[in-house]
């Protein structure tokens, strides 16, 4: 069956006729309600409004406008900030003096060559005073010794020259009355090869008016600085110390002054024509100064160990004679020694006493006073009798 009879057979089955008639038609209408506006002119009325705000701004800003008065200025709140030029920093302050010290003292002991010592010193204002030059030989080789001084001033700002004519090194009251602030003196040697600084001594004055000496030797003192107070000030002992010390340093009894014990290196206190035991009982300020004291003998006599801890590098102690029975009362001063001997002595100790002694590396000890002495060998002590 095609197409054209199926709907045939379809219009058949329902009718011909349409199922919606005119008069379905006229009663749908006339029931349907009616959905007018009740305010047909709202829509004009809000038009008009709209279009009375949106004219009525730009005539209001017209007939507002002076349009023949000049632009004013902007107030200071609206211009733009104007950036402010910092003040110039101030200068460094001046350094202290013990600071420009320690600069010093870094730059000598760091094994300088010259030119590095000679910016350091035109960073202070250093001028050179004195010169001095000598010759020296030895192995066959020929070396020029040279001496110079130096002193920084406060008030020379430019290192040219000095106003400083005093003698070198220079006195306390050199310092006091400002002359001087820093005294420099260096010692260099110099060959074809090389220059080596040898010595360095500094002068100041401490914060508390003490006239301090500092002094660096490259061959002595662990390449540091030693440092004594008021080096010029006599030293008051007793006799038989100065008399000792005297003879170490040669020079009379009555001229030792602290820079003597600054440099003393051994030191010899014979007191065997006393009857007793001769005990050191002196000021600890100048065991302190003893900073190159390296060898110490004591013939019945006796330095007790709160003294002798103030000596820094001693390496090397002899008793003699009636002095000590064990080291009890010396041990906390002998605690850098790597050399003992006892063997002529009143030691009785035993070798635990010994072996408190930390540094200590040969021991000189009678093996019928100490008979566990090999106690301290297996501790890697050389015992020696």
Do not use: C
Not at 268 to 297: C, P, R, W
Not at 337 to 358: Q, V
């Amino acid at each position: 069956m095609d197409h054209q009879q199926i709907k045939e057979a379809i219009n058949r089955q329902i009718g011909e006729d349409p199922l919606f008639t005119d008069k379905d038609k006229e009663r749908f209408y006339k029931n349907k309600p009616n959905r007018r506006q009740r305010f047909p002119a709202a829509p004009k009325i809000v038009t008009v409004l709209l279009a009375f705000f949106v004219l009525s701004g730009p005539f209001y800003t017209f007939i507002k406008t002076d349009w023949f008065e000049q632009p004013s200025s902007p107030t200071q709140e609206e211009k733009e900030p104007v950036e402010e030029t910092p003040p110039a920093p101030d200068p460094d302050p001046e350094e202290p003096t013990h600071v420009k010290v320690e600069k010093l003292k870094e730059v000598i002991t760091s094994i300088p060559s010259k030119s590095k010592v000679k910016v350091a010193i035109d960073r202070f204002h250093g001028v050179e005073v004195e010169f001095e030059q000598s010759t020296k030989t030895e192995n066959g080789n020929e070396y020029h010794l040279l001496e110079s001084y130096y002193v920084f001033d406060r008030h020379n700002e430019t290192g040219d020259s000095s106003a400083y004519i005093g003698p070198m090194p220079p006195t306390k009251d050199d310092f006091k009355r400002g002359d001087v602030e820093i005294s420099l003196k260096l010692d260099w040697i110099e060959s074809e090869s090389h220059n080596l600084l040898r010595e360095a001594t500094l002068l100041y004055l401490s914060e508390e008016g003490d006239l301090i000496e500092e002094n660096y030797s490259r061959s002595a003192y662990h390449g540091k600085f030693i440092k004594v107070k008021n080096p010029n000030e006599p030293v008051v002992m007793d006799d038989l110390i100065l008399r000792s010390i005297a003879r170490s340093v040669g020079k009379e009894p009555d001229n030792i002054t602290k820079r003597d014990l600054l440099y003393l290196e051994e030191l010899t206190i014979n007191a065997s024509h006393l009857s007793g035991i001769y005990e050191v009982d002196e000021d600890i300020e100048y065991f302190k100064a003893m900073q190159s004291l390296f060898v110490l003998k004591l013939n019945q006599a006796i330095i007790p160990g709160e003294l002798l801890k103030e000596v820094p590098y001693l390496d090397q102690a002899t008793f003699i004679g009636p002095t000590v029975d064990d080291l009890s009362r010396v041990k906390e001063g002998l605690q850098t020694i790597t050399y003992l001997n006892l063997i002529n002595s009143s030691f009785r100790g035993t070798a635990e006493d010994i072996l408190e002694l930390k540094s200590l590396n040969i021991v000189r000890v009678d093996p019928a006073v100490v008979p566990n002495y090999e106690d301290l060998q297996f501790e890697g002590m050389d015992v020696r009798w």
